[in-house]
């Protein structure tokens, strides 16, 4: 049996500040250290195993979260670039009004996948690929309880991996996740059938 738990990063400034993130690099705000302190304690009372390993995207939002949580369930953070946000390019930093106003909106229909909202962004075949990659890295690892601290819109894509959902057939996917949130991956030993036990958990934050 295994169990991966992700997290999205807590509230950053940049949240606050109504700017654009992606790769845009800030820090939580005070709200956030405590909404991160509160995840630690809900996982801390979720994970049983003694050998649970924890990651995290190596952008500050997301390192802090997973700091604040390993000190908690006392392990160390391995950070990993590739469990970064999406990349937002020209657009990151940028004011909120400024993105709605400029951004080249992804097609109903016809090629989703490599498609860049903004100069020098990324597609979503690209985040695709490398949060596919982290993940399955990872899993490598074996532990039985792993928690994975990323962002919002990169959640769905590790959700994604963990379903086997190949990249060319996340044109359209987009879960839900707030700041804090919690979704619950599970493996079981029988079938090795994959499931999401929940998704997007917040009331630990109440």
Not at 39 to 55: H, N, P, Q
Not at 75 to 80: A, F, G, I, M, Q
Not at 159 to 173: D, I, L, S
Request: hydrophobic share 35%.
């Amino acid at each position: 049996m295994r169990n991966v738990y992700v997290v999205a990063h807590a509230q950053s400034l940049h949240h606050v500040e109504r700017r654009v993130g992606g790769w845009y690099d800030t820090s939580l705000t005070d709200l956030g250290r405590t909404q991160a302190e509160k995840t630690g304690r809900f996982l801390e009372s979720a994970i049983d195993s003694a050998d649970a390993k924890l990651f995290s995207s190596d952008l500050k939002r997301a390192a802090e979260t997973a700091e604040i949580i390993g000190r908690r369930l006392q392990k160390p953070v391995t950070l990993d670039p590739r469990l970064r946000e999406m990349s937002y390019g020209d657009a990151e930093g940028k004011p909120q009004d400024w993105f709605r106003d400029r951004i080249n909106p992804l097609p109903s229909d016809g090629d989703r996948l490599d498609h860049r909202v903004y100069t020098g962004a990324e597609s979503r075949r690209e985040v695709a690929e490398r949060v596919g990659a982290a993940l399955g890295d990872i899993l490598e690892k074996m532990a039985e309880d792993t928690v994975i601290v990323s962002h919002g819109f990169a959640s769905t894509f590790i959700v994604m991996a963990w379903m086997r959902v190949p990249a060319e057939h996340m044109g359209y996917c987009n879960l839900p996740a707030r700041p804090g949130s919690v979704t619950k991956l599970h493996e079981d030993d029988l079938f090795g059938n994959r499931g999401v036990a929940y998704l997007c958990r917040t009331d630990h934050l109440d």
